[in-house]
């Protein structure tokens, strides 16, 4: 028994024993679960579910299995109740019959089956008005949850489509409404209704404003009536995410064009992602539409905050309806005081440009420059009413200025990490608006599919200092290769978020911590603008003191819902994010005034309208600031004193710079584009007439607007 074949045996036998236990316990579980009360349900649960004749019977059954022995107690328990048994019997009929509403004739058995069918008759009509009356109600429920009724207002707001800028818009539209009393925002997507209100439930509605969302298909014109778009205030068109969203946009302006009225209709806003469907968007928009383009517009806005560090925190209070913004007023006083002679004569309101009385809008002239009649004001405001006219030059101190001196120059080296769709703008941009000598370093992913030579192809060939380098951003060692704080800024962007990944954000915050784990090693702060997708991503990147983020739909989401409030401001912000250069930046204070000294604003303002540009708030260096944006103060009063730290920036706005006609002429002969030639928001008038209205001698429009002197 000791052989190695008898102890095998030996110890299969207790393992044979044990799964032999184990099945016998499994069994006793699973006759200990099924249980009477489990059989009895599964037995009822089948015989329900075979049809509904058999559901009937059932439920027929059950109530007189109820019905009848509850009759019978009642009859027998009561007093006077019958002594006979068919006296009896006869009540517990009536008894019974009234409870099911099924007659209480008594007497011959045909006369009680009478009775009984009649009953029925009576109880199948009653409940089939009933039913008919139940599914018209819930049908019409229904169809309201859906978000299919009409919506009867006038002066409302209409937002079609769903994108991330829907709830940006969506905010600041609520807030202007509610600023102005009780308004509408009408939103309007393929999207169930029930979800679209839940997802912006977290806007708050300000001021008595209130949502209303409605479904359907935005191409269908009898779907979009549902919003009555035709009396609107304004219709902002939404681009989607997908590869057709621009050809939708284009589907959903010739729709809206159907219903309403292209010389009264209302204003209409719309944006697209790929600049080659801008024309056909602003054909379709009509002459009181305004197209942006997305893409350009955040290409834009790299650049500048690379140009200008701080500068994203100053655009969102800028565009945001809750302080000041941009606002058009009449001229107080006659036409003919120069430029600078009005700015200094607004205590409350900053003065930017002019709007000529063509509709042109001329930021940041020179100081001498002089109003003619009809022109209105741009101006920088907490509101659009028109201050009381107050003399501010007293306020100025002239020892408190600072001795003339350069200015900022743009960077000479810029370092692009990362490719996505915007990055051949970018480049573009950066190589029209960077000083002679520039240098642009592109590091792509493998991932990026970027062959040698087409990013230095991109850039254009008027720009030699262009190298691209392939690396893995994700190792540490491939920025140690870099000499990054040799760079003047540096651009950190994701993939599309319609390249198939998920969150395209994940690999610009990766890409951020690698950076930020340079600046702490190195104890060097590094100058960097990142572009993110998500808002939500914002909170979780890890940015350093020099560095900034900026969300691709916030600020085409800021402007449409400025433009839409306020459709005169095209051209001004047309001009505000130019890539010929200028527009809005954060300057040393040390260029206007004296480190150290008190000094009204009104000193500023006169500074900086010397330099020939426009000063409309400042930024205050505080040593505990966590973000860019604390301590930012725009429009503040001509006569606020303060002292001025050699920390603290101005915010100013400045004129864009004017090709030569003689430069133009040049690159054009070379076969290259305008150097300030880009699309306009507005389709120009000019363009609706045919080729053979325009004179012999007429150029075809160059889509900006003509030199002032």
Known sequence: MNSPVARRVGSAAPARCHSEDRGRQGALVRRRHASLRDRARYLFDTRLARSTGTLLGWLALGCLVVVVPVSILLVWMDPSAPRSLSGRLAAVWRTSAETLRLGVATGTPLRMLLSVLLGLIALLCVSTLTGVITTGLGDRLAELRRGRSTVLERDHVVVLGWSEHVFTVVAELTAA???????IV????????????????????AGGARLVCRTGALTAPGALALVAPAVAESVLVLP???????????????ALRSLTATETGPAVVAAVRDGRYLPAARLAAGPRGVVLETDTTTARLLVQSAWRPGLPAVLHDLLDVAGAEFHVIEAPGPAGPAFAETALRLESACLVGIMRADGSALLAPGPETVLGA????????HDDTAPAPADSRAHIDQTAMAPPGPGPQNPARVLLLGWNRRAPLIADILRRTARPGAVLDVVTDPDDGLVPGHVEGLAGTGWPGVTHHVGDLARPETLRALDLFGYDSVIVLGPDADA???RPDDRALLTLLMLRAQEEEAGR?????????????????????ASDAVVRGELTALLMAQISLKPTLATVFEEVFSARGGGLGLRPAGLYVRPGREATFATVVAASLRR??????????????????????????????????AEDEVVVLSAAPRASDAETDAETDAGGAEPDALPRMRRPPEADALPSDRGPEEDPPTGRPPARQ
């Open 177 to 183: 409404r509610g600023g102005r009393g009780r308004g």
């Open 374 to 381: 009809g022109d209105r004001l741009v101006v920088v405001a």
């Open 525 to 545: 702060a590094l100058p960097v603008v990142a572009e993110l997708c998500d808002h939500r991503s914002r909170a979780l990147a890890p940015l350093g003191p």
């Open 612 to 645: 020939g540009e426009c000063a409309i708030g400042y930024r205050a260096h505080l040593p505990r600031t966590a973000h860019r944006h604390d301590g930012i103060r725009l429009a503040p009063g001509k006569s606020e004193r303060r002292v001025w730290a």
């Open 240 to 254: 989607a995410e997908d590869t057709d969203a621009d050809l939708e946009v284009v589907r959903v302006l010739l």
């Open 500 to 502: 198939g990944s998920g």
């Open 186 to 205: 009408a939103v309007f997507a393929d999207r169930d209704t029930a979800e679209m209100e839940k997802a912006l439930a977290a806007v708050p509605a």
